[in-house]
């Protein structure tokens, strides 16, 4: 079964860098487009940052200005730098890849950021 396994999660400071890497376990035909969900504390998963297959980008307020996402769609890797962190970015970030009519998930690595 293709699995999507995120890495690069962590203790960090506030104001410190994060980049998040997600690859697929094999190659998913027909994705057209990637991203990165966070799950803070007591919240709900939410959508922070998507990538397509023609690069468009889209970012959650939230990360507007201070983080960049990128990756190979026909590779299935997705990254996401985060560059200031705060402590309200803690959450497990969740890493995801759709096409038509499937999405795949990522189990999530864990980001705390300690003020």
């Known amino acids: 079964q293709v699995q999507l396994v995120e890495s690069g999660g962590g203790l960090v400071q506030a104001g410190s860098s994060l980049r998040l890497s997600c690859a697929a376990s094999?190659?998913?035909?027909?994705?057209?487009?990637m991203g990165w969900y966070r799950q803070a504390p007591g919240e709900q998963r939410e959508s922070i940052a998507t990538i397509t297959s023609d690069g468009l980008t889209s970012y959650a307020d939230s990360l507007k200005g201070r983080s960049t996402i990128s990756g190979d769609i026909a590779k299935n890797a997705v990254y996401l730098l985060m560059n200031s962190l705060k402590p309200e970015d803690t959450g497990v970030y969740y890493c995801?890849?759709?096409?038509?009519?499937?999405?795949?998930w990522g189990k999530g690595t864990l980001v705390t950021v300690s003020s």
């Open positions: 995801y890849a759709a096409r038509i009519g499937k999405a795949y």
């Open positions: 094999e190659t998913i035909a027909g994705i057209n487009l």
